[in-house]
Structures are given as structure tokens and as C-alpha cells.
């Protein structure tokens, strides 16, 4: 259950760090009152936290997942 727990994580961990630092051709104007490096600072706290978010339901994902895989074991 740990494997399959950390193994997920680990993917989720992956899938939501790739688009923390890449921009866009077309960036959208930052905030009246907000210079463009105080923006991305933002975003990407915005970014990293939403990573910790979707990494915590990959793992729970991977756990329930292992449960059932032990399950599925104990009944043969």
C-alpha cells in the first residue's frame, strides 16, 4: 500500500510540476499595481501549492489503490 502510495505521489508530484515555470507566448497583463516579477511570484506560489494539493489526492489515489490490490490478493 506504501509502494502504491508513493509511486503515485511521485506521479502526481511529476504531472504537477511541469507547468510551474514555463510561460505562454501570450501572457495575460498583471494586476494594476503589480509589477510583471511581483505577478509571476504569485503564480507560481499559486502554482506550487496546487502541486502539494494534487500530489496529496495522487497519494491518497495510490493508497486506495493498493487497498484494493491487497484485497484482491487476500481473496485468492
Same mark, same amino acid.
Given at each position: 500500500?506504501?509502494?502504491?502510495?508513493?509511486? &503515485?505521489?511521485?506521479?502526481?508530484?511529476?504531472?504537477? =510540476?511541469?507547468?510551474?515555470?514555463?510561460? =505562454?507566448?501570450?501572457? *495575460?497583463? *498583471? *494586476?494594476?499595481?503589480? =509589477?510583471?516579477?511581483?505577478?509571476?511570484?504569485?503564480?507560481?506560489?499559486?502554482?506550487?501549492?496546487?502541486?502539494?494539493?494534487? =500530489?496529496?489526492?495522487?497519494?491518497? &489515489?495510490?493508497?486506495?489503490?493498493?487497498?484494493?490490490?491487497?484485497?484482491?490478493?487476500?481473496?485468492?
Amino acid at each position: 500500500m506504501v509502494v502504491f502510495s508513493a509511486v &503515485a505521489g511521485y506521479i502526481g508530484w511529476r504531472r504537477a =510540476t511541469k507547468p510551474i515555470y514555463r510561460r =505562454t507566448y501570450v501572457e *495575460p497583463d *498583471p *494586476p494594476e499595481g503589480m =509589477t510583471r516579477r511581483e505577478y509571476d511570484r504569485k503564480v507560481r506560489r499559486q502554482r506550487k501549492r496546487w502541486r502539494l494539493v494534487v =500530489t496529496f489526492f495522487y497519494a491518497v &489515489a495510490g493508497a486506495l489503490g493498493g487497498l484494493a490490490f491487497l484485497f484482491f490478493l487476500a481473496r485468492r
